[in-house]
Structure formats: C-alpha cells, structure tokens
C-alpha cells in the first residue's frame, strides 16, 4: 500500500504546476484525500481536501481560486492544480489518503502519505 507523488519543480511567479499522486494496495474512491504541505521551517499545513464522495471539498485559505483537488477513480489517482503560484507557495506537497478499514469488529481509520514533492517558486 503506497501513494506515490510526482509534478513537483521549480516555476516562475504566476505559472502554473499539476501535482498527481498515483495509489497502489487503496481505493481513492471510497476514501477522503487531501493534500497538505510544509514550507521551509514551517509546520505541515492542510491545503485541500474531500470528502470520500467527492461532493464536499476544502481549501486554505490562502489557496483558495487558485488550487483545485481532484481524483480520477478508474486511475486511482488525485491531482491539485495549482495555478498563479506564488513564492509563499514554495514547500514540501504531501497527498494523503484516509482509509477506512470498516470489514471488522471495530472499524478505524488511518492516514496514508506519499513521499512528498518539493514546489519552488521563485518571484
């Protein structure tokens, strides 16, 4: 069971970067997703996140009209599109599954992470 990140890279101020985190051993479409980031000597932050269906999704506000998360479940990947980066944008991006494991006596959930990807943009 394994996510796997890759789109990250050094952009320009104003350009645009798509992140894409492919899943193997977990099903994205039974699971929320989100993707979260920690900047240099900053704590990790939450950037987005949806709920298990889809329908409900979450932003920072400091990304808000610029990043969108996405899924594509028949590839069981999720994407965030980030567009109009900004330097205050540059860190580590890390995808992250929450798994339901509910075929037993007592369900429980827990966190998957990918192996993070490293956005730099310069002004």
């Known amino acids: 069971v394994k996510l796997v990140e890759s789109g990250g890279g050094s952009v320009q101020a104003g350009d645009s970067l798509r992140l894409s985190c492919a899943a193997s051993?977990?099903?994205?479409?039974?699971?929320?997703i989100g993707w979260y980031r920690r900047g240099p000597g900053q704590q990790r932050e939450l950037v987005a996140k949806?709920?298990?269906?889809?329908?409900?999704?979450n932003y920072a506000d400091s990304v808000k009209g610029r990043f969108t998360i996405s899924r594509d479940n028949a590839k069981n990947t999720m994407y965030l599109q980030m567009n109009n980066l900004k330097p205050e944008d540059t860190a580590v991006y890390y995808c992250?599954?929450?798994?339901?494991?509910?075929?037993?006596?007592?369900?429980?959930?827990?966190?998957?992470w990918g192996q993070g990807t490293q956005v730099t943009v310069s002004s």
């Open positions: 051993g977990v099903t994205f479409s039974t699971n929320a």
């Open positions: 992250n599954v929450v798994v339901a494991v509910t075929n037993t006596r007592y369900p429980y959930e827990y966190d998957l």
């Open positions: 949806s709920s298990s269906d889809g329908v409900t999704t």
